[in-house]
């Protein structure tokens, strides 16, 4: 429950929620309440008091319509919802090891919103970063993503597909652009970085030649090539771009592993109701095969980061359930 993000609600928003479930907006079912499945000591509840004490923040919530020009208040609109209702943090931002957000908002550091594992996902960096941030998003590519989860280069999955499907597709246009403006005001976590990557022709002539005969190369043809195409631009709005694309260059993996071993569905929304869906290839492809088509998609058209080794996918493939490897 991610109350550390709604101590930034403003009353007049809480109240309105509280007015909402108590007054018909959520019907009453005859429903007991469930055995919980958290096991000692983890189920003691005193403990979370001290946490509370250390790291859930004092509500501040946001009160005052914001001074300043247009462009000022839309900014202070999307931090808002940012850091508060839409709680991107609770996911995005990495923890401590007592499990606290490591910031809450942009000003207790750069740890904000810069990428954090959830359910075997990357709920990847969203600070301006070029490689593997939003430095090479629009500000309408970023709207396009949260109300249809999609773009021509991208699409959502994961957690993500949820909070686009039910939550970012209702909000309105202007909220949308709060957001984006908002996220698009994040400096980079790493300043040092190298800039945007450039596409490279490379791998692309090479598979349409039929030259690279590598066996990364080989399973690329025969599993992604038809969606993804040999030059990993893929089809916008339908198959995303591989090419570039800051979830294949970020510098962890898990992401790219699960998504070849379980595959996505994208979220259906009112404006781009069609899900276009990856299969998974948990069935068909060893954890061998799996590590060299991922290395070889973290490699090709421009791509630069590390390699996935079997092992990787093989811890990927026994956490999530993942059908057992193929015995060739
Ligand atoms: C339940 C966890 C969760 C929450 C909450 C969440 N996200 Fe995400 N988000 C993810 C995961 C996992 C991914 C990676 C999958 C993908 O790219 O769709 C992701 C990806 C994204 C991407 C795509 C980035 C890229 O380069 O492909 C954007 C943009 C994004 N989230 C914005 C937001 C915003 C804005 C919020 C708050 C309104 C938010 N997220 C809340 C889990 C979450
Ligand atoms: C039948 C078409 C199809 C095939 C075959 C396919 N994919 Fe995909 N892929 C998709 C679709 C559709 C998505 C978007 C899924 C979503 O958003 O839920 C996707 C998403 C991805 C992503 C995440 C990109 C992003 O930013 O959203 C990666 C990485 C990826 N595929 C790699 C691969 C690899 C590697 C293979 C081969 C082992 C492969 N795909 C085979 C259709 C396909």
Redesign the pocket.
Known sequence: MPYPSFARMSSGDVKALYVFFMNGGIAPVPQGNKATDIRWPMSMRWPLAVWRWMFAPTPSPQEEAPAGGEGQAQLLRGQYL?EGP???G???TPRGWTLQEKALNDTDGLAFLSGAP?DG????N?RGDAVDG?GAWSQGE?VA??KTGRTTH?G?????A??VQKS?QHLNDEDLHA?AAY?KSLAPRDAGASGPLVYDETASRALRAGSDKSSSAMVFLDNCAACHGSSGKGYAETFPRLALN??ANSDDPR?VIHIILKGATMPGTATAPTQFAMPGFDWRLNDQEVAEVATFVRRSWGNKAPAVAAADVARVRKEFGAAKAPVR
């Open positions: 940012v839409g709680h991107c609770a996911c995005h959830v996902w990357l709920a990847k969203l939003l970023l993503f949260l991208s959502a999955f994961g957690g993500m949820d909070v970012t957001v996220l800051p979830v992401s």
